[in-house]
């Protein structure tokens, strides 16, 4: 033993970020990464779940169980932490929308075990703002969204101080193509419509401290330079509005407090063993700099842009931060860049960036005021960097450079990616049916209209929420009270019907669609479409854009349509083609309905093409379902795919085959 042993750090929290399935699964999937290491909880759930629909829902058809655990009433909470001690335990949920739900069900499970409330730890990400701007899982529109983000919050305080009740979090901001400088700003916008709102529903001696529950949660993208210097600029930034905006004296309640997850949407299909190596480097930059180190890390796992990682993938991510930390000297030291005068040369201009951002959303009216036009703003960036990377001006290993690769031994085989359980959605909405045939109806009534009565008077919602919960009410149930008191929403879809100024590479396919608008007698006519509850919609808002700037008629009203209602669409427009795009992984039941729905409708004819993170084997099955053409991750090329859509719809070449 050494005798002079250096004294290290404490390292961050140990993450992964998982559900699937049903409650029971998630439950014995945490209780084993528990047992492997893992320090904190992290839960993802379904986006039934999510965006506030119970599991038959016809909006959940297809959904249940693909991106996250369904939680639809006390029950299924009760069964996700079966066995798990939450009075011990550090949860992060990933919940917005219905964060005041969630929180309410995890409270009711740990009164039933016997748990002290105000002992609890944890967060819960709350933060509706990103979801009008890049993932959409909203319920209502933004102001009584940021009301119950703020219920929450005046809750916590009370009941639960140890609890973080709102995660900014910028982490879709990046993924929707946002700058360093655009991601910092809406963040820290997004953090101060918050605050200036809790400003009136807490004690003024109390505000410093709650200034100090909010936490934050980033993305680290593979500039890992850049990003560690765009963390400082936050830490810098965060100190100056706390101090200067809120006149927040102790330095504790001033500090960034951060966890991250590194950037999934960076991760590649093509030679997907490289996606090791990306995740090591951009976990650095959220923990080589000990002034802007994270308070907690989350590693997706290398196999995700091909599907659902299985538990031994989620295991190399996890010892991947337990080598960094406990195998490396790196906690026994300062922080390594302070006077570095190129790390303060780019914080400085990052603070610049970001500043006269969040001067520009400040004079409109702040974060709420500014969604559109911070839509807008991510739309085009993100065509910017989609646009550099099809050109090659960024390099992206495998997929636009050194394609040619010997094939992974990690990919063959049938189990190389994990499968959701086909029946997992039968097993959960079975159980729901069982568990409102049991319950006290009439109690359940008068706790969802104590909910509807909170929301229309302006009282917090958590009472009566917990309330419902204990009374047996459903995700659903509660999702309906709040819609019906606050109204329904649909977000901006940031895609202009304007063409941009982007002409560079497009001549020849904008030849080609004039002619074949000329051969149709009328301009192209391209509906694009997000079926389902899917709320990742960078992929479909960047092909309608391009699909408008070669010229084509497009057809784009944003997120969460049903099958019925986008061949309606289809109908109503003339669509020429139908574009669909879906990311949860609910394609074949989803596309199954459009297409008989399509023939149904006498549009058979219309080809359809579909864009998502779809196995092969599920590729063949759309294809025999009609499907004309199917993109995948690997299809990066926009362009490609608009000279597909061309030939598709060209009537030349039909009279020719």
Sequence with gaps: MLSNEVKKDRPWLFRTYAGHSTAKAS???????????????????????????????VLARGEVGKVGVPVAHLGDMRMLFEDIPLEQMNTSMTINATAPWLLALYIAVAEEQGADVSK??????NDLIKEYLSRGTYVCPPAPSLRMITDVAAYTREHL???????????????????????????????????????????????????????????????????????????????????????????????????????????TEQQP????????????????????????????????????????????????QQILAYETDLLEYDDLFDGNPAVERKVAALKEGARAELDQIDGMGGAVAAIDYMKSRLVESNAERIARIETSQTTVVGVNKWTDAAPSPLTSGPEAIMVADPEAEADQVARLNAWRDARDDAAVKAALDEVRAAARSGRNVMPASIKAAKAGATTGE???????????????????????NRTEGLDEIREQVSAVSSALGHKLKFLVGKPGLDGHSNGAEQIAARARDCGMDITYDGIRLTPEELVASAVETGANVVGLSILSGSHIPLIEELMERMRAAGLGHVPVVVGGIIPEDDAHRLRAMGVAKVYTPKDFELNTIMFDIVRLVDPRAKAAE
């Design 27 to 57: 439950n014995a999937l945490y209780r084993n990464n528990l047992s492997r290491g893992q320090t904190g909880l992290s839960v993802a759930f379904d986006l039934p779940t999510q965006t506030g629909y119970d599991s038959d829902h």
């Design 120 to 125: 609890l730890q944890g967060t819960v990400q």
């Design 161 to 267: 101080p140890k609890w973080n009740p709102m995660n900014v979090c910028s982490y879709h901001l990046q993924e929707a193509g946002a700058t360093p400088e655009e991601e910092l700003a809406f963040a820290l916008a997004t953090a101060i419509a918050v605050l200036d709102d809790l400003k009136t529903k807490v004690p003024a001696e109390a505000f410093p401290e709650m200034v100090g529950r909010i936490s934050f949660f980033v993305n680290a993208g593979i500039r890992f330079v850049t990003e560690m210097c765009k963390m400082r600029a936050f830490v810098e930034l965060w100190d100056e509005i706390t101090a200067d905006r809120y006149g927040v004296e102790n330095p504790k309640f001033r500090r960034f407090r951060y966890g991250v997850q590194v950037n999934s949407l960076g991760l």
């Design 273 to 320: 063993e490289n996606n090791v190596y990306r995740i090591l480097i951009e976990m650095l930059a959220v923990t080589l700099s000990k002034n802007a180190r994270a308070r907690a890390v989350q590693l997706p796992a290398w196999n995700e842009a091909l599907g659902l990682p299985r538990p031994w993938d989620q295991q190399w991510s996890l010892r991947m």
């Design 478 to 500: 509660w999702g309906d009270a709040v819609r019906a008191e606050f109204g329904q929403y649909r977000g901006p879809t940031g895609v202009s019907k304007n063409p941009s």
